[in-house]
């Protein structure tokens, strides 16, 4: 139970940390020269993000566990799963700080 609370909120971090912090931010402005229009978009997206992060925190989950091809179908599910996590919880921010200035 604790991996699964670990991997959900490791996942979310790191979506976050890659779409709104100013270390994202510092190396999205270093690659922004050298990759896609497109996929600086990516980068700047809850949803996109939260899937290869999700992808990304999967596939290291199950590489130090017990790794088995059977379990590839999940990594693309735990990314999907992150997607929804990670878009829903930058929603649930956006619409506390509404709120809280609403409120004020």
């Known amino acids: 139970m604790f991996d699964i609370v670990l991997w959900v909120f ?13 270390i994202g931010r ?11 229009t497109f996929l600086m978009k990516g980068l700047n997206c ?17 590489v130090f566990n017990e790794w088995d091809w059977h379990k590839l179908p999940l990594i693309f599910l735990g990314g999907c799963a992150t997607s ?6 930058a929603f649930y921010q956006t619409y506390l700080e509404a709120n809280s200035m609403i409120s004020d």
Do not use: H, R
């Open 10 to 22: 490791g996942s979310i971090g790191m979506t976050n940390i890659i779409v709104e912090s100013d």
């Open 26 to 36: 510092a190396f999205k402005d270093l690659i922004k020269p050298y990759i896609w």
């Open 46 to 62: 809850y949803q996109c993000t939260g899937f290869w992060a999700g992808m990304f925190t999967t596939t290291l989950m199950y």
């Open 84 to 89: 929804f996590f990670a878009t829903f919880c």
